[in-house]
């Protein structure tokens, strides 16, 4: 692991993971909060902390660099909806900078932010967009992947309810 390096823990299991940014001094930049009932915000902590007894891992970016030239429809449409998100929020990435110190510029520039969500900015969306500029959660995708996909469930009428999710954010705005 080196300063810059986007890694996660996996929790109970491999449920879920939690993915925050290796500051490079034995701390993490991530979402985090004190207890269960109080807002998630982004601070810098120990490894140990952020760890929490979990192996922690590096994300490789191969295969999100190569989903971003060959995406399917699901990988467009929610990396559309994340870049809208982001701008709602003021979150404008001109000319990307994979660099080390362009990711902990990203990465301190998010500290003290309480903008969790769960759906279009949790600690992989933060962790995501620090490394490369694009807000994204593989495991957000994965679920909407199992959701459309998986047992007919909502498939009726996907093409319309993309759309229509798409669109809300500008229906509600204009």
């Given at each position: 692991?080196?300063?810059?390096?986007?890694?996660?823990?996996?929790?109970?299991?491999?449920?879920?993971?939690?993915?925050?940014?290796?500051a490079?001094?034995?701390?993490?930049?991530?979402?985090?909060?004190?207890?269960w009932?109080?807002?998630?915000?982004?601070?810098?902590?120990s490894?140990?902390?952020?760890a929490?007894?979990?192996?922690?891992?590096?994300?490789?970016?191969?295969?999100?660099?190569?989903?971003l030239?060959?995406?399917?429809?699901?990988?467009?449409?929610?990396?559309?909806?994340?870049?809208?998100?982001?701008n709602?929020?003021?979150?404008?990435?001109?000319?990307?900078?994979?660099?080390?110190?362009?990711?902990?510029?990203?990465?301190?520039?998010?500290?003290?932010?309480?903008?969790?969500?769960?759906?279009?900015?949790?600690?992989?969306?933060?962790?995501?967009?620090?490394?490369?500029?694009?807000?994204?959660?593989?495991?957000?995708?994965?679920?909407?992947?199992?959701?459309?996909?998986?047992?007919?469930?909502?498939?009726?009428?996907?093409?319309?309810?993309l759309?229509?999710?798409?669109?809300?954010?500008?229906?509600?705005?204009?």
């Open positions: 692991m080196a300063r810059g390096d986007h890694i996660y823990a996996l929790r109970f299991g491999g449920i879920y993971a939690h993915h925050g940014i290796d490079g001094d034995g701390t993490v930049i991530h979402y985090t909060s004190d207890h009932v109080t807002p998630r915000q982004v601070r810098r902590t490894m140990d902390r952020f929490r007894g979990d192996e922690i891992h590096v994300r490789d970016y191969e295969q999100f660099f190569e989903t030239k060959s995406g399917d429809i699901l990988d467009r449409t929610t990396r559309g909806l994340n870049r809208l998100m982001d709602l929020r003021g979150l404008k990435t001109g000319e990307l900078d994979f660099s080390e110190d362009a990711v902990m510029r990203r990465a301190e520039s998010r500290l003290g932010e309480f903008a969790f969500d769960l759906v279009f900015n949790n600690c992989e969306h933060f962790a995501t967009w620090c490394k490369t500029g694009i807000s994204n959660s593989d495991q957000i995708i994965d679920l909407w992947r199992q959701a459309l996909t998986g047992s007919g469930f909502m498939k009726y009428r996907v093409g319309e309810t759309t229509n999710f798409v669109e809300l954010p500008w229906k509600l705005f204009r």
